[in-house]
T-cell receptor, first 113, second 112 residues
Framework: NAGVTQTPKFRVLKTGQSMTLLCAQD?????MYWYRQDPGMGLRLIHY???????AKGEVPDGYNVSRLKKQNFLLGLESAAPSQTSVYFC????????????FGPGTRLTVT | GQQVMQIPQYQHVQEGEDFTTYCNSS?????IQWYKQRPGGHPVFLIQ?????EVKKQKRLTFQFGEAKKNSSLHITATQTTDVGTYFC????????????FGSGTRLLVRP
């Protein structure tokens, strides 16, 4: 039981390049989330999904897109990377929305130059 | 902007000293969760508080939820080097679409 996994672990992009971060969970959770973590800012929600085929905007969605084609996977895309998107990205999942703990992946450290 | 504030931002203590971090929300929360993130790691769930005035203990850790459900605290008695990390509170506003709002975290450093 791997829990929540993320690929890649590290990535360096040049401004304007695109990439996709992959999150996978094997706990059959309905809910999945993408956060970014910046120094002194805590975790900020980018997008989330309440089930296969659904997505919704979080607190800081601009510049990102997501897709949940399969229940176990949640993809985060950057169409045209900017230096402001340099951050650590965490994926999380939970069996429910209210009152359930979130299980986090190991994170992806992204640097945009 | 950040709707859940946490203080202090950093705390550096001598091993054996106590530590407390405080979490304050501008609006009423339906529940509050606490997470710990070790350096270089990912957040790991510690506990959830739901009831007004609730107090829960996990060994040396004591968690409280305020009577008005707008604030919470985490107290660690007699810190150990294994307590090093960043502690985050995360709350769900009663008037929100049930998304967790994370505080900015308190980074705890422990001198051996």
């Amino acid at each position: 039981n791997a829990g929540v996994t993320q690929t890649p672990k590290f990535r360096v992009l040049k401004t304007g390049q695109s990439m996709t971060l992959l999150c996978a969970q094997d706990m059959n959770h309905e809910y999945m989330y993408w956060y970014r973590q910046d120094p002194g800012m805590g975790l900020r929600l980018i997008h989330y999904s309440v089930g296969e085929g659904t997505t919704a905007k979080g607190e800081v969605p601009d510049g990102y897109n997501v897709s949940r084609l399969k229940k176990q996977n949640f993809l985060l895309g950057l169409e045209s990377a900017a230096p402001s998107q340099t951050s650590v990205y965490f994926c999380a999942s939970s069996p429910g929305l209210v009152g359930y703990e979130q299980y986090f992946g190991p994170g992806t450290r992204l640097t945009v130059t | 902007g950040q709707q859940v504030m946490q203080i202090p931002q950093y705390q550096h203590v001598q091993e054996g000293e106590d530590f407390t971090t405080y979490c304050n929300s501008s609006t009423t929360l339906s529940n509050i969760q606490w997470y710990k993130q070790r350096p270089g790691g990912h957040p790991v769930f510690l506990i959830q508080l739901v009831k007004s005035g609730e107090v829960k203990k996990q060994k040396r850790l004591t968690f409280q939820f305020g009577e008005a459900k707008k604030n919470s605290s985490l107290h660690i008695t007699a810190t150990q080097t294994t307590d090093v990390g960043t502690y985050f509170c995360a709350g769900i506003r009663v008037d929100s679409s049930y998304k967790l709002i994370f505080g900015s975290g308190t980074r705890l450093l422990v001198r051996p």
